[in-house]
């Protein structure tokens, strides 16, 4: 991989989105941002996760200084009219997977590019449908931690896989980052070092 050169920065901390476009032959630099994630009242979720990854991309726009693209994402789940973002405990996590148990759920994942061609976003939502779980599975995937730092308290790439009977959507988009769409708004923005 190119690692001296980035194409652009990632307003982001976490290192899921870096893999994600590394997938894809981007080379991005991380610049975590701070920003206020609490969802206004009655924001819809769509609106919710492009407010988010647009000030994210703002806000390590203003961080980095540099005329790269920035890019910021953000993912949250809706179900029943409520935004879930990352539990607050492990006690919360136990409530949403049984919530979960036997049904579908939203995913919502907006990207956002700062760049020469201003700032384009686009999101994307998802339909994870969960098998039945029992209290035991629902117990020992919590205490296994895997869910604690992602949206919903899960992470379709890990054990949760366990779980998920089928999505309809993107893949990419439930897992931290709309890679089809991000790819077009990258070209958008005038990188492609996928052609290279
Ligand atoms: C549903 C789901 C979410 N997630 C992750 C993707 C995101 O990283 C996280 C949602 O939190 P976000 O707030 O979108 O992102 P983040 O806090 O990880 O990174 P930053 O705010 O610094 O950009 O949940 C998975 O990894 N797998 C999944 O199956």
């Not at 890019?71 to 492990?90: C, E, V, W």
């Not at 939203?106 to 020469?116: D, E, F, L, R, T």
């Not at 994307?124 to 449908?129: F, G, L, M, N």
Request: net charge negative.
């Amino acid at each position: 991989m190119r690692m001296s050169s980035p194409d652009l920065i990632l307003a982001s901390a976490s290192p899921r989105r870096l893999e994600l476009l590394a997938t894809i032959g981007v080379a991005a630099r991380a610049c975590p941002v701070d920003i206020d994630e609490t969802p206004r009242p009655d924001e819809p979720a769509c609106d919710y996760v492009l407010r988010l990854a647009r000030e994210k991309a703002l806000a390590g726009r203003e961080a980095s200084a540099t005329p790269l693209p920035v890019l910021g994402g953000d993912t949250a789940l809706s179900l029943d009219g409520r935004i879930l973002g990352k539990p607050d405990s492990d006690e919360q996590a136990r409530a949403w997977l049984r919530d979960f148990s036997g049904r579908s759920h939203q995913v919502i994942s907006a990207v956002a590019i700062s760049g020469p061609s201003g700032l384009l976003d686009a999101c994307v939502i998802s339909d994870v449908h969960f098998r039945l779980m029992e209290e035991t599975e629902i117990n020992a995937y919590v205490a296994s931690g895997e869910g604690r730092d992602k949206a919903g308290s899960y992470a379709l790439q890990g054990r949760a896989a366990m779980f998920v009977s089928r999505i309809e959507g993107s893949w990419s988009a439930i897992v931290g980052l709309p890679l089809c769409e991000t790819a077009q708004l990258l070209s958008r923005q005038g990188v492609t070092p996928w052609l290279a």
